[in-house]
């Protein structure tokens, strides 16, 4: 039977990654910068493969914020750690693609990042 998805379920699997994402980014800051934000400056995501924009769940995706990338993926940025610790960000947007493909039984969720 084929997974089905709508949007609350989405909206509850979001909202679940992003808390993840937030306790993993300041765990990373509390634990390796002593609590405050530093090291290398950078960007961090998380790209769902596999999904097309304009699928039912592609569209779904889109209204929690997910836009199409260069890659072919459905992309989130950063919208859980306020700071410029590429190091954090990457541990919250790890946490993040963890949580939603738990959530959801997606098997391509993948975090990334990049120095600025």
Known sequence: MPVTFDLDKVELAHQAALLAAQTASLDF???YMNGQDGGAC?????DVFGVRSNSKLGKILA????RKSYSGSLQLWNKWYH???VDATEAGADAYAKKFSEMLGLDRVYAGSRLD
């Open 42 to 46: 950078g960007f961090g995501w998380v």
């Open 29 to 31: 800051v509390n634990r």
């Open 63 to 66: 209204q929690v914020g997910f």
């Open 83 to 85: 700071g410029q610790s």
